[in-house]
């Protein structure tokens, strides 16, 4: 619980617009929908690491690299923030004498990225009905 | 942008990303190199035939050879990993890739009755290229890249003698699609 905490902080910081208050009253149904949105998918690369490993059963470190268009090092900080929150496994090996870093999403990934699809929903429906 | 703009904007989001990671995982890397083999041994038996009728049946054997291979290909390494060959990325790809094709086969018929084979090479490589780079266009980056290849080799065929035709298709059909079958199918698995 202690880490979550500690992830959300740094994750405020990057998307300050979205914890924003509505400032009409309608929206508050969907205020209450974004108070408990997950921030650690919510970030941009880290969202495109979990949809791409949701399509595929597994997908390479480079490949992911090329997908979603980013560094090395941007990606392994990402990935490893969704593996120490159990999101996604990662497993390493050889393939020749390269190196081979593949990942796959966890049941707790998967469970995240329909929760996250839900609260998007959700939102939807809550702007509309007005 | 609203809320609401922007929960619509994750949810496109979402979905373009899991159909990139559709469409280019079901790029077969080792069908490719099947594929270019296939294309060498082409070019090594239509150099002998003589007459442009016997040439061209040589070709377009191998052209019929090409697309099974790779639409096995294609098959395989999505059953692989689990996705169906009529998915959406794979639809967006065949309906792209196929109009180029279609005109190359056209213009072909054209070409051979207005007895003008020389400019065939430079123009199947051409259009192949054209519908690899608009097929790609969402893959990863190194599927459009192998079509700008063909583009520009078929381009530059357009611009030589006759004779080098043959050569020309060996090189496009042949060695660009082993090399970057290897590429493929070592950076992105299979």
């Known amino acids: 619980m202690a ?3 500690a992830l959300r902080k740094t994750d405020a910081a990057a998307v300050p617009e979205k914890v924003a208050a509505p400032e009409r009253p309608q929206a508050a149904a969907a205020a209450h929908v974004v108070e408990d949105l997950d921030k650690l998918i919510h970030e941009r690369m880290r969202l495109g ?4 490993l949701a399509a595929s059963p597994s997908v390479t ?3 992911l690299k090329s997908l979603l268009r980013t560094t090395d090092g941007n990606l392994s900080v990402h990935a490893r923030k969704l593996e120490e929150a159990g ?4 497993t390493k090996g050889f393939e020749g004498r390269m190196p081979r870093t593949e990942y796959r999403i966890s049941e707790r990934g998967l469970h995240a990225l329909e929760k996250y699809l839900d609260h998007m929903e959700a939102l939807i429906h809550a702007m509309r009905e007005r | 942008m609203g809320l609401h703009q922007r929960a619509m904007e994750n949810l496109r989001f979402i979905r ?12 077969p890397g080792w069908g490719g190199v099947l594929v270019g083999l296939s294309a060498l041994a082409a070019a090594v038996a239509a150099s002998y035939r003589a007459t442009p009728g016997g040439w061209l049946a040589i070709w377009f054997a191998e052209g019929m050879l090409a697309m099974a291979i790779a639409a096995l290909a294609m098959k395989h390494k999505a059953e692989k990993a689990g996705e169906t060959l009529l998915s959406a990325p794979a639809r967006k790809f065949a309906l792209s890739f196929a109009p180029p094709l279609l005109a190359g086969a056209l213009l072909t018929f054209i070409l051979v009755e207005a007895g003008q084979p020389a400019i065939i090479p430079g123009m199947w490589l051409l259009l192949y290229g054209t519908g690899i780079v608009t097929g790609g266009a969402f893959s990863v ?12 080799l078929g381009a530059l065929a357009l611009f030589c003698p006759p004779a080098w035709g043959n050569a020309f298709l060996a090189t496009g059909f042949g060695g660009l699609h082993v090399a970057f079958g290897i590429l493929i199918a070592r950076r992105h698995g299979g």
């Open chain 1, 3 to 5: 880490k979550q905490s």
């Open chain 1, 49 to 52: 690491i979990v949809s791409a």
């Open chain 1, 61 to 63: 470190f480079t490949e």
């Open chain 1, 87 to 90: 999101y996604i496994e990662c």
């Open chain 2, 16 to 27: 373009e990303t899991m159909e990139r990671t559709g469409s280019f995982t079901a790029v």
């Open chain 2, 141 to 152: 980056d190194i599927v459009p890249v192998m079509g700008l290849c063909f583009m520009a």
